[in-house]
């Protein structure tokens, strides 16, 4: 897997499922369009999901298509009266099949702490037995006359190597799939 793509299943001793190849494959095929490795500035990450939309619907995952309340999923939290969702969180897809939660990050990412937010919301979300987190490979951005490149696929990577080792938090789902682009 260690392609300009790179792929990583947690935990690490654990077999990793099926729909792994196929999706990391998606990935791959719009490596071009998307690719972080070469490109100087970075897509931001509904450009990525907009290039990997086709790719993942062919997968069974529902995606996001647009920003208006219409085409944005939701998935619940809590549940209030007459089992309504009370508390949900907007996510860029999901499996329901196999409970895969995917978000796709960019700069926000790679600069702040999204990875932080996406793991705790998606230990919270009814359903979901899997997260899949998209991090550029490398984020360019300027800072004061400088150019910075971060390495947010690298960092998380580091992050749930870290999370899965300690075993002082355990997580919800049965394991998180990291993808690079």
């Known amino acids: 897997m260690r392609s300009t793509h790179p792929g990583d299943y947690f935990p690490r001793n654990a077999r990793p499922p099926e729909w792994i190849e196929p999706f990391i494959a998606n990935v791959r095929a719009a490596g071009q369009s998307i690719s972080t490795v070469e490109r100087k500035t970075g897509l931001d990450s509904d450009r990525v999901l907009q290039e990997l939309a086709g790719g993942l619907r062919e997968l069974g995952f529902e995606v996001e298509s647009g920003k208006k309340a219409s085409e944005r999923i939701r998935r619940p939290v809590l549940f209030g009266r007459n089992g309504h969702a009370e508390v949900s969180f907007e996510i860029d897809a999901f499996h329901e099949a196999?409970?895969?939660?995917?978000?796709?990050?960019?700069?926000?990412?790679?600069?702040?702490?999204?990875?932080?937010?996406?793991?705790?919301?998606?230990?919270?979300?009814?359903?979901?037995?899997?997260?899949?987190?998209?991090?550029?490979?490398?984020?360019?951005?300027?800072?004061?006359?400088?150019?910075?490149?971060?390495?947010?696929?690298?960092?998380?990577?580091?992050?749930?190597?870290?999370?899965?080792?300690?075993?002082?938090?355990?997580?919800?789902?049965?394991?998180?799939?990291?993808?690079?682009?």
């Open 98 to 181: 196999h409970g895969i939660v995917l978000e796709v990050e960019a700069g926000r990412g790679a600069r702040g702490n999204a990875t932080y937010r996406d793991i705790i919301r998606t230990s919270l979300i009814v359903d979901a037995k899997y997260l899949a987190l998209l991090l550029p490979v490398y984020y360019r951005h300027t800072s004061g006359a400088r150019e910075v490149s971060v390495r947010a696929y690298e960092d998380c990577a580091y992050l749930l190597s870290a999370l899965y080792a300690s075993q002082r938090l355990t997580l919800p789902f049965r394991g998180v799939l990291l993808v690079g682009y």
